[in-house]
């Protein structure tokens, strides 16, 4: 029983990953029910994420939000608390869709404190971005860089350099918030320097106009009329 619960509920991600979501979602009820037979609480928290995210996906974000908190209602008095962080963190990213920054912020802590905990460092880095851009949207713009900063140092010691791009990005976009527009126009072209390496298109486009917009705002309109 225990394998086909696992079963059904990896059909459920691989029909999400398809967007099919009535047969997601069919597939991980079909999980759930048997995985409560079972009683093991992790495999029971982790298909109850999994229906969460269907919803999230599709908005429904009051469904997903009610299955978020039963999967981590689902760990209490389990020592593995693996997924607890990803329940945090997706807790998170409804509120801060709908704007409601505050708790966004209580519940990327709490998926930070998870993984601190548990030392796992490539989560870290995107606990300490989303935490940088919530502080961002409420203007927070020195406690933004902050965490900018420590999601960057991660991704460099990890080598991931598109989420490196996407860093010196952000770090560029605040220190113009700031008005430091030198120090803008330094990362933005550290971004462009990776984003030419990758010829990740997208990116490239994005790092062209910061550049112009900061080039044009501190006078250097030679510059800006190149890119």
Do not use: C
């Not at 140092?153 to 010196?168: C, H, N, P």
Request: hydrophobic share 30%.
């Amino acid at each position: 029983p225990k394998g086909r619960g696992k079963g059904f509920n990896g059909l459920g991600v691989l029909y999400w990953r398809k967007s099919n979501y009535a047969k997601a979602m069919e597939n991980h009820l079909k999980s759930l029910e048997i995985r409560e037979r079972v009683g093991n609480k992790l495999d029971i928290s982790n298909t109850l994420r999994s229906i969460g995210v269907v919803y999230h996906v599709q908005s429904k974000n009051e469904k997903a939000l009610e299955y978020y908190f039963k999967s981590i209602a689902a760990l209490e008095g389990v020592k593995n608390k693996k997924g607890l962080a990803s329940s945090y963190n997706n807790i998170g990213a409804i509120y801060e869709n709908q704007g409601d920054y505050s708790r966004a912020l209580d519940y990327y802590f709490l998926a930070l404190k998870v993984n601190e905990e548990s030392g796992n460092r490539i989560k870290l880095s995107s606990n300490h971005l989303n935490i940088g851009n919530i502080y961002w949207r409420q203007s927070n713009y020195e406690k933004a860089l902050e965490y900018y900063f420590k999601s960057l140092d991660l991704y460099r010691s990890a080598g991931f350099k598109i989420e490196m791009a996407r860093s010196y990005n952000n770090i560029g976009s605040t220190y113009y918030e700031l008005n430091q527009y030198d120090q803008a126009l330094d990362y933005h072209f550290k971004a462009l320097k990776i984003r030419k390496e990758l010829k990740e298109k997208d990116g490239l486009a994005k790092s062209y106009n910061n550049i112009a917009e900061n080039s044009d705002v501190i006078g250097k309109n030679e510059s800006a009329i190149e890119y």
